[in-house]
């Protein structure tokens, strides 16, 4: 059975920051993209950042700068640094994982993160 767990969520004033990790299991962790991704009520979800199995990673637009995605292959852990977090970084994270072939992906039930002061 898969399972992303996450955590790290919460509330965090604006110019503050916060790490979300997610420990995976029952899948070849260390095979796989690894990403986190967010969304507001209302809106699709996006995509956050990446890590490939090689350790290549990818950023969206508006968080490239400030945010870091990290692995731990021996942990099968996910971490995302977010710092100088603004209101609109508001919205639940999601941890993601996708075989090298993209075709199959599970994902964490979400963590909430809230910038608000």
């Known amino acids: 059975q898969v399972q992303l767990v996450e955590s790290g969520g919460g509330l965090v004033q604006p110019g503050g920051s916060l790490t979300v990790s997610c420990v995976a299991s029952?899948?070849?962790?260390?095979?796989?993209?690894m990403g986190w991704y967010r969304q507001v009520p209302g809106h699709k979800r996006e995509l956050v950042a990446n890590i490939r199995s090689d350790g290549r990673t990818e950023y969206g637009a508006s968080v490239k700068r400030r945010f870091a995605i990290s692995r731990d292959n021996n942990k099968n852990t996910v971490n995302l640094q977010m710092d100088d977090l603004n209101l609109e970084d508001t919205a639940i994270y999601y941890c993601?994982?996708?075989?090298?072939?993209?075709?199959?992906?599970?994902w964490g039930s979400g963590t909430q993160v809230t910038v608000s002061s």
């Open positions: 029952g899948i070849e962790f260390s095979t796989q993209t």
């Open positions: 993601n994982a996708k075989n090298m072939w993209g075709d199959v992906e599970y």
